[in-house]
């Protein structure tokens, strides 16, 4: 039981490529999240989709895309990098009502 | 929107002293607090949780207790050890179709042997 698995855990991006992050979990659980983390800062709300379907807006959406391929996976892409998106991407999953949410590994992403 | 603020940002501790973090929340709808811990180079693990419906909850060393009125909760941990070392965030969630986490800035929690 892997839990949450993000890939890749680094990436180095010139200002313009893009890229895309992806996420499994093998918990089944129907919601799914990307945070991001800055130095400092607590976590942030990229998207979530609250279950295979649907995909919703967080707090900091500017600037990402996302697609709920399926139950278990959720990706995050990044079609412009900007400097502004060097940050760590968490890939979160939870039951809708109950239980916790739980986190991936993490992807460090920096944009020179 | 949800607005949670934390503190303190560090605490140091000795080794078997107790620790305190509070953190303060904005919307009164929120019903879901979840603290986590977050070591180096890893992803956040929840440690634990508690609903609105409950004024307190023990895990072994660590408790955590909510004041609705007051709009306020805190995480306790007793008898702290080297391993307790990270940092902690707490969290708030008026819950619905899906679970959308407001964090704290978190805590860096220093255990000195």
């Known amino acids: 039981n892997a839990g949450v698995t993000q890939t890749p855990k680094f990436q180095v991006l010139k200002t313009g490529q893009s890229m895309t992050l992806q996420c499994a979990q093998d918990?089944?659980?129907?919601?799914m999240y990307w945070y991001r983390q800055d130095p400092g800062m607590g976590l942030r709300l990229i998207y979530y989709?609250?279950?295979?379907?649907?995909?919703d807006k967080g707090e900091v959406p500017n600037g990402y895309n996302v697609s709920r391929l399926n139950k278990r996976e959720f990706s995050l892409r990044l079609e412009s990098a900007a400097p502004s998106q060097t940050s760590v991407y968490f890939c979160?999953?939870?039951?809708?009502?109950?239980?916790?949410?739980?986190f991936g590994p993490g992807t460090r992403l920096t944009v020179t | 929107g949800e607005n949670v603020e934390q503190h303190p940002s560090t605490l140091s501790v000795q080794e078997g002293d107790s620790a305190v973090i509070k953190c303060t929340y904005s919307d009164s709808a929120s019903n879901y607090f979840p603290w986590y811990k977050q070591e180096l180079g890893k992803g956040p693990q929840l440690i634990i949780d508690i609903r609105s419906n409950v004024g307190e909850k023990k895990d072994q060393r660590i408790a955590v207790t909510l004041n609705k009125t007051a709009k306020h909760f805190s995480l306790h941990i007793t008898e702290t050890q080297p391993e307790d070392s990270a940092v902690y965030f707490c969290?708030?969630?008026?819950?619905?179709?899906?679970?959308?986490?407001?964090f704290g800035s978190g805590t860096q929690l220093t255990v000195l042997p």
């Open positions: 989709s609250a279950s295979e379907g649907t995909t």
């Open positions: 979160a999953s939870s039951e809708a009502v109950s239980g916790g949410t739980y």
């Open positions: 918990m089944n659980h129907n919601s």
């Open positions: 969290a708030a969630t008026r819950g619905g179709s899906a679970r959308q986490l407001t």
